[in-house]
């Protein structure tokens, strides 16, 4: 009988085996790991895909808005001169009131008309450099007249920076002009304000009825603030305050927020609302409302004729 003896060294089989083990665990692992990110990245293109598909949808339903809006005004202007021509007709007495009804309706939907074109329509506007204090004096003295009180207007300190921003001149006065008249629509739900004028240097310590522009310069920005001291805003309507459409008027468009925010975003900037009053115990009795219209300043040096800084 032969016998063979063979002698192995089993550290470097036990090393091999585990490198193995490891390197399969390892494999397995990033196996798995690619699984779950090949599953993610399908769940993410399927979800941009949808959002594509709602984005194309809302597209196509902002052009046939736009075409509406644009075509729905024809058939207004034929109304208004019908109307016109009932009234030279001589129509009795009685039926006049009726046919100013249907212009003064016809002309609301003019109006809204032309909100919601403004609204769909992309793009901060024809830019331009503009200087927010002279520009606001300027619109104080073009709203004489046009709105039923005062409107009080604080500007910033001699020292500081002239106020350049660069916007759409005229979308800006229609946000002004959509916050001003929500501030007095909101203070003839409390009060009628006295005789209606302008006057930009008048003291705002007072408690009447009153609506407020302020401008200051915080860090980069310039901020309009437009407050009145009326009712203020509901916790519900504030949660909706900028959506389109969305009014507590009863002849309200619902637009007007809307648009003013999305020229300040589309300007650089935003659109805030907060109550007027910290104190509770104020607030219940009257919290007033404060729209915060914010821009990007662009400093050009100080009002004292100094060098410039930008």
């Not at 030279?88 to 939907?109: A, C, H, N, Q, T």
């Not at 604080?154 to 959509?178: M, Y």
């Not at 104020?282 to 409302?289: L, Q």
């Amino acid at each position: 009988m032969r016998y063979l003896w063979l002698e192995l060294p089993t550290s470097g089989l036990l090393r091999s085996r585990t490198v193995n083990l490891g390197a399969a665990a390892l494999i397995s692992t990033g196996l798995v790991g690619l699984y779950f990110l090949l599953l993610l990245l399908y769940r993410r293109n399927a979800e941009l895909r949808e959002r594509e598909s709602k984005n194309g949808e809302l597209i196509q339903l902002g052009e046939a808005a736009r075409t509406i809006a644009h075509e729905i005004k024809n058939p207004l202007a034929v109304i208004r001169i019908q109307t016109a021509t009932l009234r030279r007709l001589g129509l009795p007495v009685d039926s006049l009131p009726k046919v100013d009804l249907i212009d003064e309706e016809v002309g609301r939907l003019a109006a809204l008309s032309d909100r919601i074109r403004d609204f769909l329509k992309s793009g901060a506007g024809d830019e331009e450099a503009v200087e927010l204090e002279g520009f606001l004096l300027d619109y104080c003295d073009r709203y004489a007249g046009a709105v039923p009180g005062p409107i009080f207007l604080t500007l910033p300190q001699p020292e500081t920076h002239e106020a350049w921003v660069r916007v759409d001149p005229e979308k800006l006065s229609q946000a002004l002009d959509n916050l001003v008249r929500n501030a007095f629509d909101a203070l003839a739900t409390i009060a009628s304000p006295n005789e209606a004028s302008i006057d930009p240097l008048a003291p705002a310590g007072s408690e009447s009825p009153k609506v407020e522009i302020s401008l200051a310069l915080k860090g980069k920005h310039w901020h309009m603030e437009i407050s009145d001291n009326g009712p203020g805003i509901s916790r519900e309507a504030e949660a909706r305050l900028f959506e389109p459409f969305f009014t507590t008027k009863e002849k309200g468009s619902g637009i007007g927020l809307a648009l003013a925010r999305k020229f300040a975003v589309s300007a650089g900037g935003g659109l805030e609302y907060r109550s007027g009053h910290e104190s509770a115990a104020i607030a219940a009795a009257r919290p007033g409302a404060v729209f915060n219209l914010v821009l990007p300043a662009e400093l050009r040096g100080k009002k004292d004729g100094g060098r410039d800084e930008a």
